[in-house]
């Protein structure tokens, strides 16, 4: 899984989960751009502000990124997210800047990558990060559950649209151990038990997912959604009964 010479735009790739991801891809040789919102607290030579729910911000990254590089290889959507809200209570804005973020926002960076991968010989590879949430019940996230299930969809979509050239696939990723994982899990060993592998995904493990789908191992995979959550949730008839 060698990237070396390969543009790779991570974004939100400033923490987290985009952070651990922007180190896998540094180590197997990618030149890595990271964009946020705010700068990172460590100095950054390749990171380049922006806010992905721009149209005009976006396409600014991008020519910025051309004009330093030449070219962009790999596109890894992962800036996304959403506070806990119960549903019933939350404004129609809310909702609306969640899917702006979590769904529009990954398809108007796409648009831009996309633009010039077609116009390369060697084309490119986007990769989403989705969620487990878009696949099964989301309570106090809704609409975050339901922007990634549209993420998924939009990946299959995209990937028929813009093939052969550029090859789109996604990550459905369960809990990750970051440096926000409180906000969501206060207790994180309570949630590490109720995962198969009896442990949170630490960002590293997204990256090397990522780095894989991003790589020629991963040439004739497009239009996926790999799960990435550690086997999953330990049923609930079984713990019920004892048998965790």
């Known amino acids: 899984m060698e990237l ?7 974004t939100g ?138 993420l998924d969809s939009l990946t299959g979509s995209l990937a028929v649209e813009w093939a052969p050239k550029v090859r789109v696939n996604a990550l459905a990723v369960g809990p990750v151990r970051t440096e926000l994982s409180d906000l969501h899990f206060p207790d994180l060993a309570a949630v590490a038990k109720t995962v198969p592998l009896g442990r949170l995904a630490e960002p590293e493990d997204v990256g090397n997912c990522a780095l894989f789908l991003a790589s020629p191992l991963a040439s004739y995979v497009s239009g996926a959604t790999l799960l990435v959550h550690g086997g999953g949730e330990w049923p609930a008839f079984l713990t019920v009964q004892g048998e965790q």
Do not use: W
């Open 4 to 10: 070396t010479g390969k543009v790779t735009l991570v």
């Open 13 to 150: 790739g400033t923490r987290g989960v985009g952070a651990g991801i922007a180190r896998v891809f540094r180590a197997a040789g990618a030149t890595v751009v990271t964009c946020a919102r705010r700068p990172p607290d460590t100095p950054d030579p390749d990171f380049m502000p922006c806010d992905v729910r721009e149209p005009a911000q976006v396409a600014e990254l991008v020519d910025r990124i051309l004009g330093r590089h030449g070219r962009l290889d790999v596109l890894v959507n992962n800036a996304g997210g959403a506070p806990h809200a119960d549903a019933a209570e939350a404004s129609p804005r809310f909702h609306a800047k969640v899917v702006e973020l979590n769904l529009l926002a990954p398809l108007v960076v796409s648009q831009a990558a996309n633009r010039v991968m077609q116009g390369q010989p060697d084309g490119g590879v986007i990769v989403m990060v989705s969620s487990v949430s878009g696949q099964r019940p989301s309570p106090g996230t809704a609409g975050y559950g339901a922007a990634k299930a549209g």
